[in-house]
């Protein structure tokens, strides 16, 4: 089956076009180089020594022996002995409703979202990013997401016909958004209108299982990806207790039968579906209310708007709740052990805006997460760099370190694929182009923080 990929605004955002421009105080050097320089191009498992990498007009335009180099005489040059030059990360699922989650982004090396409910707000984020009026990650989004009635969440586009479904998807598309989003609960007839209107519109559809539909017939159609490993559990039963069980959803891990798990994997991978784990999620939402309060104490939790870390204060799960999602990691984290194992496709997202998901921050997370599923570091990167730019039909065009590729970089302090902790080691943030070195981004955030 073929699957439909990202073609309108986001990918003239990702592939078209001049390097952004900064505003006029932040002039940007068109030319810069990273001299002598591990680099590790993400395309395939391998560091190679001694490179200089030149970026000009905001993408790079040649890499070869730093004895080779021929740096132009106005460049800024950045010395890289001893440090690695990887890919800017992914995150390939976020709810990001406030400017200051931006800076986040970029300061922990996220240079691509994928925000999976978008209104005008995240349309002018996406506008003033690209004007250089702010320095954050290249922005691709959904529309408001689509429910069924009563919708799960408050402020759903709520759809209860196939035609309003097809109306819906119109109006998403005319409004700049560049896939739609289902959830839980669309009727069946909804959801079959929603993705063949999405179709002739050119505008994927990625997100939920809707209960009515099933993971079996979202897998069969043209669905591009599902979020958090959603209803996967209903087709890992040996012994399928009631529906009305499964319908809960998040209790299925417990009794999934890890037999079961290749199979789906062989079966999602031969059908080419992306999944996007989200393990943090879960994690976090399984948190005691003593590591929440031990949370928010970390460091970085000072630099996350006041509005969001209120939210966090404020949830509260049961924790009967907490401690069903909890039991439930070992088997989400084995089911994505086996897609790896499948080659089946998948994406990193943590879903920022969930509680204790810190923007930038909590992507470094969930690489652990993934690592400590079995995934190999370079498995677990290639999901939050290469991975994304072949999701969005880009591939080579970011999430590499080639000639060609737009110049969203990070500079670390040691090798990533040894250890994916060494990711978040960074030493600077390349943008577009744009250089950050890692004390002008601390700058920048404290600065941001204070204003709070
Ligand atoms: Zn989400």
Redesign the pocket.
């Given at each position: 089956m073929s699957r439909q990929t990202l073609t309108l605004a986001a990918l003239a955002t990702l592939i078209g076009g001049s390097a952004c421009e900064a505003g006029p105080t932040d002039p940007v050097p068109t030319s810069i180089a990273f001299t002598d320089v591990f680099v590790v191009p993400m395309d395939v498992a391998d560091v190679q020594p001694s490179r200089t990498v030149l970026v000009r007009e905001g993408r790079i335009d040649w890499i070869g022996p730093a004895s080779e180099a021929r740096i132009d005489p106005d460049a800024l040059v950045i010395d890289g002995r001893g440090l690695y030059l990887m890919p800017g990360l992914a995150d390939m699922?976020v709810?990001t409703w406030r400017q200051a989650d931006q800076l986040l982004y970029i300061a922990y090396g996220v240079t691509v979202v994928r925000n999976?409910w978008g209104t005008e707000t995240q349309l002018e984020f996406r506008r003033r990013i690209e004007a250089g009026e702010l320095v954050g990650p290249t922005i691709v989004t959904a529309g408001p997401l689509m429910d069924g009635s009563p919708a799960f969440w408050d402020g759903s586009l709520i759809v209860t016909t196939p035609e309003g479904a097809r109306q819906a998807v119109r109006d998403q598309a005319a409004r700049g958004y560049d896939f739609v989003k289902p959830y839980d609960r669309l009727p069946a007839p909804v959801y079959d209108a929603l993705v063949d209107e999405a179709a002739g519109v050119g505008l994927p559809v990625a997100g939920h299982v809707p209960i009515d539909v099933g993971l079996d017939a979202v897998i069969q159609g043209p669905q591009v990806s599902v979020?958090h490993l959603n209803r996967y559990s209903t087709l890992l039963q040996a012994d399928p207790p009631d529906s009305a069980h499964l319908r809960l959803g998040e209790s299925g891990w417990l009794t999934a039968d890890a037999a079961l798990m290749p199979p789906l994997a062989d079966r999602l991978a031969g059908d080419g579906m992306w999944s996007v784990p989200t393990l943090i999620l879960w994690e976090r939402f399984g948190m005691t209310a003593a590591e929440r309060g031990a949370f928010m104490a970390r460091p970085e939790v000072r630099l996350v708007h006041p509005g969001l870390r209120q939210q966090w204060t404020d949830f509260a799960p049961s924790p009967q709740v907490a401690d069903l999602v909890r039991r439930g990691q070992p088997a989400r984290s084995a089911m994505v052990r086996a897609l790896q194992d499948a080659g089946a496709r998948l994406l990193l997202g943590t879903?920022v805006?969930?509680p204790f998901i810190v923007p930038g921050a909590g992507m470094h997370a969930e690489l652990a997460l993934l690592v400590g599923a079995g995934l190999s570091p370079y498995e677990a990167l290639s999901a939050a760099t290469r991975a994304p730019a072949r999701f969005l039909a880009a591939d080579g065009s970011f999430g590499v370190v080639r000639v060609g590729a737009r110049a969203d970089l990070i500079l670390v302090e040691a090798n990533p694929l040894d250890d994916v902790v060494n990711a978040s080691r960074i030493s600077g943030v390349m943008v577009r182009g744009q250089w950050f070195a890692a004390a002008e981004l601390r700058r920048r955030l404290e600065e941001q923080a204070a204003a709070f």
């Open positions: 699922h709810h999976m979020e879903d805006g969930n």
